[in-house]
């Protein structure tokens, strides 16, 4: 008989992702392919703007959480090192979109004085609850998601130019295109060499397929405050 392929975690998670990226897939397109796509970019960076900078207080509180832990729980201590290493690698990326938002006109003090979102706040209320009411390896679910699909640089062309924005616009986009490989890489490593539980793999598959949902309805409210294209007759 031949031999069955026992698949690793981080490869289990790509399948679990892979059944519902889709819908996060269309509500990015319908974003680039949207007529007012000039004015619905400055609002895209602004809730981008609202889940990265959570992200290094995110991390820092799971790498608190999971040192807490670590004495008693390998996978705590190896989720505590995994990002020991990772949260200096995220730092300022909300600078670089405050950044690009002023290259086009939109000042950081406008986008910090507004009140994030509700979505964004469930997004990633989330993944404060998992780290702090019940395990840390959570939040890894939500980072496969975050860096294990940065857009590809012919999405950013095609994006900048249906909007017409300089380049500086789109530095952060274009940074997370040529940085997120790599980090995706250190993570599947960092997964495949966990001793998950059954429980927390799936755990790990809930709150990446969660946070798919979420995203996706981050960039339909900001399609949602132009309105959707008109369709063709």
Do not use: C
């Amino acid at each position: 008989m031949p031999e069955l392929h026992s698949s690793t975690q981080s490869e289990s998670l790509r399948r679990k992702l892979d059944l519902v990226l889709p819908v996060l897939v269309a509500a990015g397109q319908r974003l680039v392919e949207h007529p007012r796509v000039r004015d619905l970019y400055p609002e895209y960076l602004v809730s981008s703007h609202w889940i990265i900078r959570t992200s290094v207080p995110l991390m820092e509180a799971a790498r608190d959480r999971a040192e807490e832990l670590a004495n008693s729980d390998p996978v705590a201590d190896g989720v505590a090192a995994y990002l020991g290493e990772h949260i200096p690698e995220e730092i300022d990326h909300d600078e670089w979109l405050l950044t690009d938002l002023e290259t086009i006109g939109i000042s950081r003090g406008d986008v910090l004085a507004r009140t994030p979102s509700a979505t964004v706040a469930a997004v990633v209320g989330a993944q404060y609850y998992y780290v702090l009411h019940h395990h840390p390896v959570a939040l890894l679910g939500y980072i496969s998601l975050l860096e294990g699909y940065p857009p590809s640089p012919e999405h950013v062309d095609e994006l900048a130019a249906r909007t017409g924005y300089q380049d500086d616009a789109f530095r952060t986009l274009r940074l997370h295109a040529e940085l997120d490989p790599g980090h995706r890489d250190e993570l599947d490593a960092t997964l495949d060499r966990l001793p998950l539980t059954r429980a927390q793999s799936e755990l790990i598959g809930l709150s990446a397929m969660l946070s798919v949902d979420g995203l996706t309805r981050s960039i339909e409210d900001v399609i949602d405050e132009y309105g959707d294209p008109p369709r063709p007759s």
